[in-house]
């Protein structure tokens, strides 16, 4: 189990802290992560790794000359924030653009996706490649689909040198998606690994048993099987493999054989003894392989076996050099200092408008009551909603909402004594939310709040047909970020009927004013979340929740009850 | 625990297999352990590092130019056989001298001693430097009594860089001699470690509590502590090698903080965000400090912090540039490759003399018998043996004996059926003891069987007188190697009686012949170690076992009643 740590909810920026003082020569620290001290002379494609922490060397450990430019660090098995992957993606790039790249986890696509738009609105072109090497996560012909784990090792390293020779984005990001096409890993698991401060695992594998293809967060593999020698153990493993080699392959392959954290190396190397025979016997070239530990798990024991079958150009790009904190290859030349401390300084002056009027300022206080209701209340539901959560997820759900909150209040709290408007107080709660809740919700919410909060402005009070037209475009900002429809049981499914309902209570100019109108929309939102529950039998405890979002009257109270209705877990995954 | 295994008991070998596999670039697997591809034109002195297995990167995977020239790898917690270790030191010599280093292990400091004598024999200089910074495991006034543990990484290095910039032999010992006294290292222990195959743990640590000191074969510590944040950790450790300043260090320091195995570089981070403000508030300037996997033990969870006080010629050896398998510093040069092949040929020409006349190989046919009968009965006592090693140690006696005499026996019988004599066969038995059995015990034997043989010869049937003769010289071999007197509760409390009664039996020509002496000296070897055993309480269960050596009159039984008072463990540590 993980035993070192301070703050178990600052571990991952602890961790940094630490990494970042004792690599100072190639790594600097910075918002979101971190980036490294040098690059060629003129500029180059940055190449910006990252994911959630707890994958150690994944992803600061490869950051350095013919790796990665930068790597934005996520907390544990959580994706980092869209306000994360930017500053990060902003700060390494020199000029050429920016290709954010990363496992294909939901939050991860998202919050890069979101940070990639981002960029590109500040004038920097900014590529997605995704890596999809888990052949356990989907079948062949859904490839797309598959989870991103080891073969990440080897994308990252293609991308990376072939940015390194100066190609430009396009002629980079093709490099990445030939290596992750040709990228093919199969997992085996023996054991869970157990978060900072946790008593109990994040997931366990049963006693005699090996989970085949069990994810690196313990998402669910292809079975168990039991325990077996080595050999039996390498056959399993490389026939698996072999069973997707593409037409066309020559055989020449970069081969990882990767240790998930607590299988050590000698473990590894008696595994190889059996692995690589095999391979040859297949008639494989090996092309310089890796046996260590390239992307882990906190102390989850395992293995996986990763080959990603080379071309020329592959085969060049993978045995380019490089040197990082955790891995080196041949020697890489010097380069000039990275100018961080500048580009740093103008991200800190840009930002959305902020100052408020008397009158907005006086209804930004009431979104600040709004959202302190909404962090009390779901304080209270916090294990409910662990419990909840934990029927079809990580059970983090309590965890990551109370964490969010937290953080969104206090920067709406901040804002609002710094005499911020509506739509600055909002746009602060979004980001602070989004960075700290992490995962796929917590980006759902910031971007929603900020894009309500951009209805909103910072003049005036805003009228009830305002507040319903700032819902409507949080509504959409999630509808959209998360590709999700009404009836898809996602939190849509409470927040739409809302919307609707306050929508045409305010147009029509209901008697009763905004409050009314709120209590109406409530009403339909609270009857449709616990039908939404309803679905899912295992979460129909979510309705007493459901049911506090009835009869907030205030304009602020459009955080509370959107806060609420995100807090419906039922359909998040 | 570890998971990945085929045959446990060749769990090392098969790891070094796959490792020589996975570095053939680097290093050449060959009897014993690996040796370096490559050396400076010229020649050097050989450094050759090396211990039981279960502790990677140290030892194999520290071979390589700026490093090691050598590793002598020996089974899991093991010490290697001496065999092994003359191997590995005559296959990484290069005219220079060799200089062998380890942690301060008895059954290291016996093997690595013995195989620097052979290699003195041969006419290649040969020294030791054993690494003792544990400052748990004795007190600052017995500095030479300290186990080796993680600062065996700096005083390798040192001895490497030393030996790489073409001191000689007096110059390379020195260098790491100081090292060595300037390093000083404590361990925090979290969680045991599991052998392959086995079920439970070596050792454990209580719930709630972590032992300070511990060592990283489960050796007794200072005392467990309760559980803490990584804040008090960081202040526990460095606060208790600060008080081992020594005079004169002007606080530049090489610093190490290494994780045990199931302890992840990210938990390591966490920590060294907290140490490394506590070290350079205490004026310590932090030269090239490493946190990772330098010294594991399997998949123990716990953290060792390592300070050397550098002076000017420690600081520029520690800078010196290393290119290994699992560690990098700077670029290093090419250099020659080794030509192992011709010293290969000569070492396996090499041996004592072997081929029998008739009578000595009808004698010889009675020692087989005699080994058989012996591994017969230590077999059936197997489970036996390790309980009762368990009082003292780590219960593996029974499960060593068993390994040593079962190859023991079958090299025995291989000697026999190639017609040689009795001094082959002893010798050939003795030495496959001594590999398999490993440990301090293991050698011992190895050892005695060996000075036996060279006693007997391979010519004519022993006579009585000689038979006793050979049973002086294993004893004598036993009390040289083991430095121990009667008295010391060991093994030779029972075999000094054996022989001192066979001797004057067979020196006045008693009638019975060797038969009846034999039987008189078994009784009175089965009495004394009987009393040997009720010494110590616990192992009073030793006395059916010692009754088993009465009563064998052949001129093999020797070696059964040698094994078999060997086989008392009372007072083995």
Same mark, same amino acid.
């Given at each position: ?361 006086? $209804?930004?206080?009431?979104?600040? *009551?709004?959202? %302190? !209701? +909404?962090?009390? =209340?779901?304080?209270? &539901?916090?294990?409910? @909603? #662990? ?71 910072? $003049?005036?009070?805003?009228?009830? *047909?305002?507040? %319903? !037209? +700032?819902?409507? =475009?949080?509504?959409? &900002?999630?509808?959209? @970020? #998360? ?77 509370? *009850?959107?806060?609420? !209705? +995100? ?7």
């Amino acid at each position: 189990m993980t035993r070192i740590f301070d703050d178990p909810a600052e571990f991952a920026a602890d961790a940094v802290a630490g990494f970042a003082d004792l690599h100072a020569g190639l790594v600097r620290a910075v918002p979101g992560g971190v980036v490294r001290r040098s690059r060629p002379p003129g500029g180059k494609v940055a190449v910006v790794v990252g994911g959630g922490s707890g994958h150690y060397p994944a992803f600061m450990g490869l950051v350095g000359p013919g790796f990665a430019d930068g790597a934005v660090v996520g907390n544990i098995f959580t994706s980092p924030s869209t306000a994360q992957a930017y500053s990060v993606g902003r700060l390494a790039q020199s000029g050429r653009g920016v290709v954010f790249t990363y496992g294909n986890y939901a939050g991860d696509v998202m919050n890069f996706g979101l940070a990639g738009e981002r960029l590109e609105a500040d004038g920097i072109p900014a590529r997605q490649v995704v890596v999809t090497d888990d052949v356990a996560s989907a079948d062949a012909s859904e490839g797309h689909r598959r989870r991103g784990i080891a073969g990440d090792f080897v994308v990252f390293k293609a991308l990376a040198a072939a940015a390194e020779r100066g190609l430009d984005l396009d002629g980079v990001v093709r490099a990445g998606e030939k290596a992750n096409a040709r990228t093919f890993t199969i997992g085996l698991a023996f054991s869970g690994c157990t978060f900072p401060g946790a008593d109990t695992p994040h997931f366990t594998v049963p006693d005699g048993a090996m989970g085949l293809g069990l994810g690196i967060h313990g998402e669910p593999g292809l079975k168990d099987v039991p325990t077996m020698p080595a050999p039996a153990m390498a056959r399993l493993l490389v026939d698996r493999l072999l069973a997707e080699r593409p037409a066309g392959a020559d055989g020449r392959a970069a081969v990882i054989l990767n240790g998930l954290g607590s299988t050590k190396h000698e473990e590894l190397f008696v595994l190889w003894a059996h692995v690589a025979p095999l391979l040859r016997e297949a008639g494989l070239t090996l092309v310089a392989p890796e046996v260590g530990e390239l992307v882990t798990s906190l102390d989850m024991g395992g293995v996986s076996l990763t080959v990603t079958w080379l071309d020329d150009e592959l085969e060049e790009l993978w045995l380019d050099p490089a040197t990082t904190p955790a891995w080196r290859r041949g020697d890489t030349t010097g380069g000039d200092d990275t100018d961080v401390d500048q580009e740093l300084a103008d991200l800190t002056a840009e930002a959305v408008p902020v100052e408020g009027d008397a009158a907005s300022r006086e $209804a930004a206080a009431l979104v600040v *009551a709004g959202l %302190a !209701a +909404a962090t009390a =209340a779901v304080h209270e &539901a916090e294990q409910e @909603l #662990g419990r909840m959560d934990a029927v079809a997820g990580d059970g983090d759900h309590g965890r990551g909402m109370v964490r969010g909150l937290d953080h969104g209040l206090a920067a709406a709290r901040q804002a609002a004594d710094a005499g911020w408007g509506v739509q600055g107080v909002l746009t602060a709660a979004g980001d602070a939310w989004a960075e700290h809740a992490g995962g796929t919700s917590g980006v759902l919410w910031g971007a929603g709040l900020r894009a309500a909060g951009a209805r909103l402005g910072n $003049a005036g009070t805003p009228a009830a *047909a305002d507040v %319903a !037209a +700032a819902c409507r =475009a949080y509504l959409d &900002a999630l509808g959209d @970020l #998360g590709k999700a429809s009404l009836g898809d049981k996602t939190l849509l499914d409470a927040a739409g009927p809302f919307v609707d309902v306050l929508e045409r209570a305010t147009a029509e100019g209901a008697s009763g004013g905004l409050g009314d109108a709120w209590r109406a929309a409530a009403d339909v939102a609270d009857r449709a979340a616990v039908a939404t529950a309803d679905l899912v039998p295992q979460v129909g405890r979510a309705r007493p929740l459901a049911a506090r979002s009835v009869g907030t009257p205030d304009p602020g109270a459009v955080s509370f *009850a959107l806060c609420v !209705a +995100a807090a419906v877990p039922a359909a998040r995954h």
